[in-house]
């Protein structure tokens, strides 16, 4: 066996981070050798409204120029992350008017901001609950509960999948992350 250096590398990061209240700014940046791309959104939980949009391209093939996309996001104001969200957004940013990044960060977002109802839900929970033994076809209920939306969305949560995860899933293994701060004006 030999090792390669890979000739391409991107990483994508989001953060949530509480405002105030039922306030959340949701921050996605995408690195690579030529891009610095970063988006903000500042969104109402549990609708998923946004009610605030930046962007910023601190490096890019043409910076200066595709800075002035950034006015597009402020169609953003208004949506919801629902059904649909992707291709609306888009629809706001992307394309030959917009940026391609930016439309990118923006799927990150959306799956960003449906996991505040998780972080919420897991949060509200007694620790007793939350540090109990996991046992995830309960696991699964109680986020079907709690989350309706989830339900047919993926492999694990459909429907005709919930005997397969009785039998089948095994505990939920969270994995140790140091999270990020910053300041919030």
Known sequence: MREVRAVFHRTKAVSIYPIEGDRFLIEATLQDEVHDVHVEVEILHPILEIVAARSEVRNGPFTAVCNLTHPNVQGLVGMR???GFTQAARSVV???RGCHRVSELLVE???AAYQLHFVRFF????SEVRN???DPPRRRQAVLAAVPGMRNTCFSYSDENEQLVAERATP???REQT???RVIP
């Open 81 to 83: 992350v629902a059904r």
């Open 94 to 96: 992307g394309g030959v």
């Open 109 to 111: 977002v959306g799956q």
């Open 123 to 126: 949060a509200s929970l007694p």
């Open 132 to 134: 109990a033994e996991d």
């Open 172 to 174: 939920l293994q969270l």
């Open 179 to 181: 999270m990020p701060t």
